[in-house]
């Protein structure tokens, strides 16, 4: 499935590390939803990490965070404290939210090919429709610029 920006995001429910959450939860404020490939590899902590120091700014902006992965909740719980998230982390262990954003690809490393999530950003208004979109994100800046991109809003 591809995404449209002026269109609805397509719409999820799934279990976080602190219980369930689902894109009505969101409604009436903006939310960064920002797809990672795993839990405490090198680039997902260092994109992590740039929106934890930039908590404080996107809360003053009413901006939402929530970063999403294949990853268990029990991994998820574990990096969060190990890192001081202050966002909370939604488990797609069977894709589905991966699938209806587009996000879920064909990879390949050191000549072998495998699916996985492609780093992505989705930044949603107030009222659920998808504002704007990154998609093969490189971590140094990102924050920054979704940032900017959400005050916009």
């Given at each position: 499935?591809?995404?449209?920006?002026?269109?609805?995001?397509?719409?999820f429910?799934?279990?976080?590390?602190?219980?369930?959450?689902?894109?009505?939860?969101?409604k009436?404020?903006?939310?960064?939803?920002?797809?990672?490939?795993?839990?405490?590899?090198s680039?997902?902590?260092?994109e992590?990490?740039?929106?934890?120091?930039?908590?404080?700014?996107?809360?003053?902006?009413?901006?939402e965070?929530?970063?999403v992965?294949?990853?268990?909740?029990?991994?998820?719980?574990?990096?969060?404290?190990?890192?001081?998230?202050?966002?909370?982390?939604g488990?797609?262990?069977d894709?589905?939210?991966c699938?209806?954003?587009?996000?879920?690809?064909?990879?390949?490393?050191?000549?072998?090919?495998?699916?996985?999530?492609?780093?992505s950003?989705?930044?949603?208004?107030?009222?659920?429709v998808?504002?704007?979109?990154?998609?093969?994100v490189?971590?140094?800046?990102?924050?920054?610029a979704?940032?900017?991109?959400?005050?916009g809003?």
């Amino acid at each position: 499935m591809t995404t449209a920006l002026g269109t609805p995001a397509p719409d999820f429910a799934m279990e976080c590390d602190d219980g369930k959450t689902a894109l009505a939860d969101y409604k009436g404020k903006p939310l960064v939803l920002y797809f990672y490939p795993k839990d405490d590899t090198s680039g997902c902590t260092s994109e992590a990490k740039a929106f934890r120091d930039a908590m404080a700014e996107y809360q003053a902006a009413g901006v939402e965070i929530l970063g999403v992965s294949k990853d268990s909740v029990a991994s998820h719980a574990k990096f969060r404290t190990k890192h001081e998230l202050p966002f909370r982390l939604g488990s797609d262990p069977d894709g589905a939210v991966c699938e209806a954003y587009g996000v879920w690809k064909k990879k390949s490393m050191y000549g072998r090919e495998y699916m996985g999530i492609e780093r992505s950003t989705f930044l949603i208004d107030k009222d659920g429709v998808l504002r704007a979109e990154w998609r093969k994100v490189k971590v140094t800046g990102h924050a920054e610029a979704v940032l900017k991109a959400a005050k916009g809003l």
